[in-house]
Nanobody
């Protein structure tokens, strides 16, 4: 069964850090680009980061550039999102998604084939 499982969310104070994990089951990461998305209450789901399948090239939305870092460990079939300098506006449910292609497809939701269930990140004092 093809599945993505996010973990690592929680409550953190402004300025703090969290590392999200996206574990993949049922398929290998070698042929998939992985994206991270988030959705805040009342807002549309937005793409924030993506990493390609092979050489590991990365993309970031302007809202997280310089604060978030995406990485992958294909041996562990896991993708990570290191989030530093968190702000209250980063509060959202964070999702990872897999696209069956080598390069990142951008942020169009239906270009991603599989989605996780999400993990809540709350940034508040």
């Amino acid at each position: 069964q093809l599945q993505l499982v996010e973990s690592g969310g929680g409550l953190v104070q402004p300025g703090g850090s969290l590392r999200l994990s996206c574990a993949v089951f049922g398929f290998t990461l070698d042929y998939y680009a992985i994206g991270w998305f988030r959705q805040a209450p009342g807002k549309e789901r937005e793409g924030i980061s993506c990493i390609s399948s092979s050489v590991g090239s990365t993309n970031y939305a302007d809202s997280v550039k310089g604060r978030f870092t995406i990485s992958r460990d294909n041996a562990k079939n896991t993708v990570y999102l290191q989030m530093n300098s968190l702000k209250p506006e980063d509060t959202a449910v964070y999702y990872c998604a897999a696209a069956y292609r080598h390069g990142c497809p951008g942020w169009v939701l239906n270009t991603y084939n599989y989605w996780g269930q999400g993990t809540q990140v709350t940034v508040s004092s």
